[in-house]
């Protein structure tokens, strides 16, 4: 069995294009996006009709599929910088709608939390595919600490044992694959494989090609885990952000060439 485990999109037409093209070269027996599909990139109805034509791509939903639902809310003590964030995310999700069809947000709207695919009768050798931890869209797991300072030469994005229980305990599984943060990284917890599969788009391991993971399950060895690196043509999908201008579209331009953006 061979899966691939593509994330976060974020409407870059260009690179999902591309890493589509990877798969289809890799021949898995199924393809499941893991959400964030249309938010902080140039062609958002572009990149979900492309999705809806793949009928064969297993989809879930991720935190800025749901903010199209259900926007933020902007609350009364929030300090300036995260009013400032918030606000740009609110700004983005309403540069968004105005592209997408009744039948867009419609399909948005029908996305599952997860999937969980089993090689075996026993759960414990389950591959489960999720946008971000197996509680919610919203809470990271983040690569370790060595991981962090190998690519980025700090630890800048800090998680306590304490927090990863809360998220991981109690979940009957092999492996978890997810994106979320687009930062791959394979990690274990307790009897868990964390298989951090990256992102299409919007890098932030200053690695600016888009990434997918390939999941094989081998009855002798379990679970193989592989994260594909595909280039693609970056000043193309740069140029329809200067055509498109959706909201902070430069601070985009330069996050695709690998500038830090947690969205």
């Not at 400032?84 to 709207?109: A, G, I, P, T, Y």
Request: proline content about 6%; glycine content about 4%; charged content about 25%.
């Amino acid at each position: 069995m061979k899966i691939a485990v593509l994330s976060d999109v974020h409407g870059n037409l260009t690179a999902f294009q591309a890493v589509l093209l990877d798969i289809e070269r890799q021949q898995p027996d199924y393809t499941v996006f893991a959400g964030d599909l249309c938010v902080f990139g140039a062609r958002p109805a572009d990149t979900l009709a492309l999705i809806r034509e793949n009928q064969h791509i297993i989809s879930l939903y991720g935190n800025t599929d749901e903010m199209i639902l259900q926007p933020p809310i902007l609350s009364e003590d929030l300090n300036k910088t995260q009013r400032e964030h918030l606000n740009f995310k609110l700004d983005s999700v309403n540069w968004v709608k105005d592209q997408l069809s009744e039948d867009d947000l419609r399909w948005l709207q029908k996305l599952p939390f997860g999937h969980r695919f089993s090689p075996t009768p026993n759960p414990k050798d389950d591959l489960l595919i999720l946008h971000a931890n197996p509680i919610d869209v919203h809470q990271y797991i983040f690569p370790t600490e060595e991981a962090q300072r190998n690519k980025l030469g700090d630890v800048p994005f800090k998680q306590t044992p304490e927090n990863l229980a809360r998220m991981l305990s109690g979940v009957e599984a092999n492996v978890i694959a997810f994106g979320h943060i687009h930062f791959p990284n394979i990690r274990q917890w307790q009897k868990l494989t964390l298989a951090n599969i990256s992102s299409v788009s919007n890098p932030m391991d200053g690695d600016v090609h888009a990434k997918y993971g390939l999941l094989t399950w081998d009855a002798t060895k379990h679970w193989q885990i592989e994260i594909k690196h595909i280039v693609y043509d970056i000043q193309q999908e740069q140029a329809e952000l200067a055509v498109r201008r959706p909201p902070k579209w430069e601070t985009l331009s330069r996050v695709l060439d690998g500038e830090l953006f947690l969205g």
